[in-house]
């Protein structure tokens, strides 16, 4: 089974700075697709910015880019310029193209601090 | 557009009781599922189905069942509630494995088992 690892707890990070968020994933297959979520203190899940495994080019989604190393099986999440509204806990989760139904294995989480 | 909509929003359960967590969506999704989230944790998988009467157990399925008797709707019932069971459920569709799609999540149930 696939495992999602989320080693940073807590990131805290002042507007308009950079912050880096790292997950790194365990599976053996090749085709697949990571996500970053984004669950504010609304409760509500919302779809950040994928990445398909056989795009080797990194998704970008406005202020929000990932690097995705394949071979290391590395995912991180940037989050430039960043504002006040992007406070929130932070999943990635990874879903199989190969079988498995489409269920999504999630991280624990990094909770992004935003100072002003 | 009202896409997934789970009721109710927040519900405290006396231990061995019993309750129906709701979940419609209207976007013709055939991919449904039921996670929970419990605190410092990530998400953890229930049940699924993959359309209207076909359903599978994920992660955790202990001590809940689902239906599904139509595209549009997937309850998750929990029988003889435990304090274990205190958590965040959420409810999610997708169209499609493929493609890449990602999930519609609903806004979550906040359950408490006293």
């Known amino acids: 089974a696939q495992t999602v690892t989320q080693s940073q707890p807590e990131m805290s990070v002042q507007e308009a700075e950079t912050v880096t968020l790292s997950c790194t994933y365990d599976t053996s297959e090749s085709d697949y697709y990571l996500f970053w979520y984004k669950q504010p203190p609304s409760r509500q899940m919302i779809l950040v910015i994928r990445?398909?495994?056989?795009?080797?080019q990194n998704a970008t989604e406005n202020r929000f880019s990932v690097n995705f190393q394949k071979a290391a099986k590395s995912f991180s999440l940037k989050i430039s310029d960043s504002q006040l509204g992007d406070a929130a806990m932070y999943f990635c989760a990874y879903r199989s193209a190969e079988r498995s139904w489409g269920k999504l294995q999630f991280g624990a989480g990094t909770q992004v601090v935003v100072t002003p | 557009n009202a896409g997934v909509t789970q009721t109710p929003k927040f519900r405290i359960l006396k231990i061995g009781q019993s309750m129906t967590l709701q979940c419609t969506q209207d976007m013709n999704h055939n991919y449904m599922y039921w996670y929970r989230q419990d605190p410092g944790m990530g998400l953890k998988l229930i049940y699924y189905s993959v359309g209207a009467g076909i359903t599978d157990k994920g992660e955790v399925p202990n001590g809940y069942n689902v239906s599904r008797s139509t595209t549009e709707d997937f309850p998750l019932r929990l029988e003889l509630a435990a304090p274990s069971q205190t958590s965040v459920y959420f409810c999610a569709s997708s169209y499609s494995t493929g493609e890449g799609y990602g999930y519609t999540f609903g806004s979550g149930t906040r359950l408490t088992v006293v």
């Open positions: 990445q398909e495994a056989y795009k080797q």
